[in-house]
């Protein structure tokens, strides 16, 4: 059974930074397409940062290119979201995603990711 645990989320002021953790499990996660999507009050979910199972491979949202960084560690089956210069529109729900085939690209539509954690709540205050 396929488990994705989101942590690190919580309330901070504008400016702030926060780093986001997905711990994997029940999946070769090495070889695992793994992405971070977020969900702001009222909508959809929006894609926000993408890595290949390599990690040679990495792509953002425009909204947050220059402030998030997704990276990986395949020893410790986990995926991390630094974000940086967090701003009132970052609030969120923030989930990752991990897809079951093709770990060697990057992904950005919701549909094309297999496996989904809880979520974690990201709230950034003015």
């Known amino acids: 059974q396929v488990q994705l645990v989101e942590s690190g989320g919580g309330l901070v002021q504008a400016g702030d930074s926060l780093r986001l953790s997905c711990a994997a499990s029940g999946l070769t996660f090495s070889t695992t397409a793994m992405g971070w999507f977020r969900q702001a009050p009222g909508k959809g979910r929006a894609f926000v940062a993408g890595?290949?199972?390599?990690?040679?491979?990495?792509y953002y949202a425009d909204s947050v290119k220059g402030r998030f960084t997704i990276s990986r560690d395949n020893a410790k089956n986990t995926v991390y979201l630094q974000m940086n210069t967090l701003k009132p529109e970052d609030t969120a729900v923030y989930y990752c995603?991990?897809?079951?085939?093709?770990?060697?690209?990057?992904?950005?539509?919701?549909?094309?990711?297999?496996?989904w954690g809880q979520g974690t709540q990201v709230t950034v205050s003015s």
């Open positions: 890595i290949s199972w390599s990690g040679s491979r990495i």
């Open positions: 995603a991990a897809r079951k085939t093709g770990g060697s690209m990057v992904y950005t539509g919701e549909y094309e990711y297999n496996y």
